[in-house]
T-cell receptor, first 111, second 112 residues
Framework: QKEVEQDPGPLSVPEGAIVSLNCTYS??????FMWYRQYSRKGPELLMY????GNKEDGRFTAQVDKSSKYISLFIRDSQPSDSATYLC???????????FGDGTTLTVKP | KAGVTQTPRYLIKTRGQQVTLSCSPI?????VSWYQQTPGQGLQFLFE???????NKGNFPGRFSGRQFSNSRSEMNVSTLELGDSALYLC???????????FGQGTRLTVV
């Protein structure tokens, strides 16, 4: 079983919809949780970086971490066609010096 | 502030050859990580360096090696290239072990 499982998608939504992207993990050593957005043929771009359980908001993006359930989510409000990309969740074990990524969810927002 | 710079951006090599990829981290960042990204396997961890020391290594054969220099720049080397090594190789830098990581645009390696 993989340490990080990400809802596979693909996901297709109309413009303006609320999008929910989800990951679960099994390694209790993970301390930091990240979401990246990756456009085709580009490097991943950091969207959110969180440490504690709870919500963190940045514009239209909200990251949610539930350490007790080992579950993280990214919500995108008022989705735009420019949000169409692959979204990657990532978890970091600082002591081990290693970050583990989910396989990604491809999102398409239709005008 | 300049981002993470990876060179070259594209590379075509023949099976059996070796290749060296370079990564210049964001100024002031002391940690560099390398990843291999393929459509079938996603983002796979290769190595992480902090202040010239390798902190961790992923499950890749010994043909994959890396190092970090005193100016934090890093290189990775793949020897005896195989067709399956064709991938996007990504480098990420972070200021310390606990801070967020920023990726470069990657080096797309094609082995023919």
């Amino acid at each position: 079983q993989k340490e990080v499982e990400q809802d596979p998608g693909p996901l297709s939504v109309p413009e303006g919809a609320i999008v929910s992207l989800n990951c679960t993990y099994s390694n209790s050593a993970f301390q930091y949780f990240m979401w990246y957005r990756q456009y085709s043929r580009k490097g991943p771009e950091l969207l959110m970086y969180t440490y504690s359980s709870g919500n963190k908001e940045d514009g239209r993006f909200t990251a949610q971490v539930d350490k007790s359930s080992k579950y993280i989510s990214l919500f995108i409000r008022d989705s735009q066609p420019s949000d169409s990309a692959t979204y990657l969740c990532a978890m970091r074990d600082t002591n081990a010096g290693k970050s583990t990524f989910g396989d990604g969810t491809t999102l398409t927002v239709k005008p | 502030k300049a981002g993470v710079t990876q060179t070259p951006r594209y590379l075509i090599k023949t099976r059996g050859q070796q290749v060296t990829l370079s990564c210049s981290p964001i100024s002031g960042h002391r940690s560099v990580s390398w990843y291999q990204q393929t459509p079938g396997q996603g983002l796979q961890f290769l190595f992480e360096y902090f202040s010239e020391t390798q902190r961790n290594k992923g499950n890749f054969p010994g043909r994959f090696s890396g190092r970090q220099f005193s100016n934090s720049r890093s290189e990775m080397n793949v020897s005896t290239l195989e067709l399956g090594d064709s991938a996007l190789y990504l480098c990420a830098s972070r200021q310390t072990e606990n801070t967020e990581a920023f990726f470069g645009q990657g080096t797309r390696l094609t082995v023919v």
